[in-house]
DNA sequence: TTTAGCACTCAGAGGCCGAGAGTGCTAAGG
DNA sequence: CCTTAGCACTCTCGGCCTCTGAGTGCTAAA
């Protein structure tokens, strides 16, 4: 991760950890930029506010801090919070309370798309920030069928339904006429044919079929391996398949008073497509992730911060679940947050996939 | 409509008319309040600014200016809105470009979520405002076909084509159990049986062939009647039926230029449960219709101005085009252009329900 | 009925001041 | 050598004042 190259955890010595630590605890929960001397009254440190100032001085020589002006407190820098997340914040296990919440409430619902939606809700109202859910589409995964349902003469709907119970639907258009009995007969046959297969696989053996023998004479085969293809080409991601929820609880929070960055806020949170793209990096990597604003490419998010973490099963990554707020967040609160309600999504598609 | 009862056209002598009406176009282009003297130097009365100053206290003493504090110009209130869009506004034929604009890109399209998304984000541009499209569901209209998929053992996507060309998709959970063969026999039954019915004329129908004789007998109809009246019951509209797009361009109205209105600005959007409630109380009248924020019962949109029409078939209305922007907006501009896009649009589907 | 003239009001910008918060540095003390 | 008291310095913020410009309302004359 290019942001964590520059960083080594034996920078600091430790009684320079300790403060920084204090600092960021200290700026979250208030929101002010800290001094030596309520520093020093924290009682955390048997030093003298002078004694602090030149602590804070070298750390804020490192890059760990930053100054708003000559007599404002310090206030952690991006380097500041990575170091604090990566080597100083001892992230506390979620209270009993949320995870019962998160339970109770997951086990109450069963189509896939309620549970995210959901998942979204339940991040924003337990985090109090926006929560995020995405689902990217199930090209990398298997399938379990493929249903034609006719729409119009020249208008098919397909409906593809994943073997993590994913359902996605598509209109395709064509040339070709097909009647609802003919559909059926492919539905069926694609269904028994390819089931357990990703999307991908598909797509490159019904280029495959095509030129196989029993291709060339069958011209049912022809009319299925075409629409096949159509059906499974561009199956992209859509907005909807991003769950934002909570938007109204950022804006309540101090750094987003003023005019000029309540508007960067809004306009980020529309960008829906920004917001994919990030969440899709994230699903590159295992584990909880949590991104500071100014380390991303995103400039849309520059003074935000993401916890974010995949969600499925085992070895196949279905999605992500996280939160976005602001930069200054409880993280050491959210990452058990964001970690619990992940395992527990993961554990309820994975109940839905087995049991029916 | 409640608004209009206590204007009435004879209530402002010409030269009152005139000053109202200048008022408006001024305000409405410079965002600034109006004063005597600016009004006098527009060339359009030949009057001193004193004179004018009597006029405008009259105007404001019958409630249709309104003064920011004393040494401000006037501004048009709610009610001198209204007065201006009732009676004094000559909405201009909307631009030969915009016309081409329109035409061009919605005959490119085809599919029906395309061509209200593409709606949107056309009056959104040609606006400069925040473009809605609302397509309730289609409850009230007829439906072509409706048809069954299975995606797990217990539950089925039931596929539902309005005649309009709309598909709505649900899931339905059921304690029986059916098989694909059989499923495809139901859809057939089904689409043949009651196409051209309305959704409610199909529940009602379903509901008393309960009690038919031929059902009581027949295992095969009476499962289908289950699974059609579960089908049937609750499509309600969902969020995603809602189209808001060019968030962004209200935001940099000066009008929204201080953070507290901003927040508002950014709630109201967001609710689009309440903005399809307003989209929906638009949909019960017919033609071009305006509404000025203050007169609404939405709270929300106190300081907005609305523009919307319903588009579809002589005789059924499909849904809702609009834009919503500051109330302070070029209102004989963006007439004939949601005139013209509803127009557009609902021959677009007229086109598209006749061909196939 | 119109208009010139004038007094009056008010918002907004700019400047000034004092209070308060915090820092950096230095020098003395353990 | 580390710690700390002391002090000068810097900067923000709020209050207060003033000045200016814009615009009005009213009155009296044309």
Redesign the interface.
């Known amino acids: 991760m290019a942001h964590k190259l520059d960083i080594h955890s034996d920078e600091l010595d430790s009684r320079a950890r300790d403060v920084l630590r204090e600092i960021v605890i200290q700026h979250v929960s208030t929101g002010e930029a800290v001094s030596s001397r309520s520093l020093s009254k924290s009682g955390r440190f048997n030093l003298s506010p002078a004694s602090l100032r030149n602590v804070m001085a070298d750390l804020e020589d490192l890059g760990y801090l930053q100054h708003p002006h000559t007599s404002a407190g310090r206030v952690p820098t991006d380097r500041g919070y990575r170091f604090f997340i990566d080597y100083l914040m001892h992230s506390r296990s979620l209270p009993r309370h949320d995870r019962e919440v998160i339970d109770e409430e997951v086990s109450h619902t ?2 896939i798309d309620e549970v995210l939606h959901l998942a979204s809700r339940l991040l924003s109202r337990l985090s109090d920030q926006v929560g995020l859910v995405f689902m990217p589409t199930l090209l990398q995964f298997a399938i ?2 493929m ?1 034609f ?7 098919i ?1 397909c ?1 593809i ?1 994943g073997t993590n ?1 994913v ?1 996605v ?1 598509k ?1 395709v ?1 064509t040339r070709l006429v097909f009647a ?1 009995d003919e559909l ?1 007969k492919i ?2 046959f694609i269904s028994i044919e390819f089931a357990g297969l990703t999307l991908d696989a598909i797509r490159r053996r019904l280029i495959r079929m095509t030129e196989e023998e029993r291709a060339l004479h069958d011209r049912m085969l022809q009319r299925t391996i075409a629409l096949g293809i159509e059906a499974v080409n561009d199956v992209t991601p859509v907005e ?1 398949d991003l769950y934002v929820e909570g ?2 609880s950022i ?1 309540s929070k101090p750094e987003f ?3 000029v960055s ?2 960067k806020t ?2 980020a949170l ?1 960008e829906k497509e920004k917001l994919i793209d990030i969440m899709n990096s994230c699903l590159a990597e295992d584990g909880l992730q949590i991104l500071i604003g100014g380390e991303s490419d995103f400039t849309q998010i520059h003074n935000f911060g993401i916890v974010a973490r995949s969600y499925g099963s085992h070895n196949s990554r279905l999605g992500i679940v996280g939160i976005i707020g602001p930069m200054r967040m409880e993280y050491a609160r959210m990452a058990p947050l964001v970690n619990y309600l992940g395992r527990a999504l993961s554990r309820k598609i994975e109940e839905e996939r087995e049991q ?1």
């Open positions: 069963t189509e379990r069928s249903d349902v006719l729409v119009a003469e020249n208008k709907m409906v339904v119970g359902v639907n209109i258009e609802r059926d539905s069926r909807h938007a109204e804006l008073s003023d005019a309540l508007r809004f306009l529309q029916p």
